[in-house]
Every structure is written in C-alpha cells, then in structure tokens.
C-alpha cells in the first residue's frame, strides 16, 4: 500500500480537494479498461453495424472522450485538468459476447489523470448500455479497473493481474 491516510480528509475529518498548488508539472498518463458483457445477438448487431440507433462503438468512443473532460464536474473533489491526449479503443470478442474498452488518457500537471481515465472507460461502457438495452438488459459492465499510471512523487505503477488486450 503506497500511502495509509486518506488525501481527501483534513486534519479535522472534514472532506477537502487536496492542495496541489506546490506540486510541479510532470508529464502524466493513466490506462484503464473494463468489459461490457452481452447477448450474442447484441454483440452481433454492434459488430454489423445495423443497430438502428447508429454507430454504438462510434458514439460510444465519442461519449467517453466527453466525459473524461468533464471528470472534475462529476466527481466532486477532482481537479479540472487540461488532458492532453484522450484514447479509446473498443474491440468486440465474439467468443466471449462483450466488447472490451482500453483508455489512455494524457496531461502534464500538478495531479494525474487516473479519475478521468476510469470516467472515460465507465461512460463508454454505460453508453453501449444505453444504445442496446432495447435488446439486451441484461448486460454486464465488469472489470473496470486501472491498469497503469506513470508520473507524479509517486512514479509509475502497473496493476501485475491484466489481462489487456
């Protein structure tokens, strides 16, 4: 574990956005990914391309490049950041049903870009489950997790367990 104590909380317990005003600008990357399972027919009418709502990897892609920069509106003790580079790849696994989500999201800052990577990943994913649901309720978003972030007094760190793509 790299730090015990809770960043968000002062001294009195109260919730705060930490200081990072004395923190230097370092370059910043942060790579996440999560799954969203489905029915195979769903899974099909992604891949052909003939869901009647569109492009479901498309705007899903678009819709995940959104919400990354809307990170510090969503999450209430994140900083606003100037993000640099915002990547999603989506790739279909017939032999699983799902479709999984790579995102890579860039800045040189004070404070990394972990929160809007995972934000970036989760609406993607969420939008796929909006654009299907007609067909396929029961989908499952899983896995959603960080893969790895370099920069930062911290340095890099890489989860050991992936399974990317």
Known sequence: ????????????????????????????TAVCEGYISMQAVTLALIMAGNHKKGDVLGIARIAGIMASKKTAELIPLCHPLSISHIEIQLATHSEQNRV??????????????????????????????????????????????????????????????????
């Not at 730090?3 to 370059?27: I, Y």
């Not at 994913?125 to 067909?135: F, H």
């Open 1 to 28: 574990m790299q730090n015990a104590t809770l960043t968000h909380f002062n001294a009195a317990g109260e919730a705060h956005m930490v200081d990072v005003s004395d923190k230097p600008d370092t370059a910043r």
């Open 100 to 165: 999984h989500c790579l995102t890579t999201v860039k800045t040189t800052g004070p404070t990394g870009v972990e929160m809007e990577a995972l934000t970036a990943t989760q609406i993607a994913l969420l939008t796929i489950y909006d654009m299907c649901k007609a067909v396929d309720r029961g989908m499952v978003i899983e896995g959603v997790r960080l893969l790895e972030k370099s920069g930062g007094k911290s340095g890099d760190w890489q989860n050991l367990d992936s399974e990317t793509v």
